[in-house]
Structures are given as structure tokens and as C-alpha cells.
């Protein structure tokens, strides 16, 4: 999933959105975690982010890899 910065909810997802953007696995919601613990996305997008993005970006993760259960091992 492209993630981008975004004022009102800290970060926002698709592909086509204006703005620096970064790639994040959308099947894994241990990549979200791993990103959060690093701080890589913040960085990424050169744009702190709060830990309620992180939050949001997780529920997303969790709900694409339950709508998408043969992406999953």
C-alpha cells in the first residue's frame, strides 16, 4: 500500500495521492510494527508521525490481510 502524509488523520492510503509517498506491505500488519519501531516510514516520508498513524495503519493492514486471506502463508 502507498501511504503518504496527511494532516488529518496523520497519514492517508492510495496509490494515486499527491505528495511524497512510501510503499508498505499491506498483507503483513508486522510490517507496520516494524516500520513503527523504526520509525522508517517517518523518515520515508520526511514527516513525523504520530503513533496514532501507526495505529491506523495497522487496522488498514489487519483488514486488507482478512479481506485477502490467500495472500497470506
Known amino acids: 500500500m ?3 502524509a496527511d494532516e488529518v488523520h496523520g497519514v492517508a492510503v492510495g496509490r494515486t495521492l499527491p505528495g511524497r509517498g512510501a510503499w508498505l506491505c499491506a498483507d503483513d500488519p508486522g510490517c507496520v ?34 479481506f485477502r486471506p490467500d495472500m497470506r502463508e
Open 33 to 66: 510494527d516494524r516500520a513503527a519501531r523504526k520509525d522508517s516510514l517517518g523518515r520515508a516520508l520526511r514527516h513525523p508521525l504520530r503513533p496514532e498513524a501507526y495505529a491506523r495503519l495497522r487496522t488498514l493492514a489487519e483488514r486488507w490481510a482478512d
Open 2 to 4: 502507498r501511504v503518504v
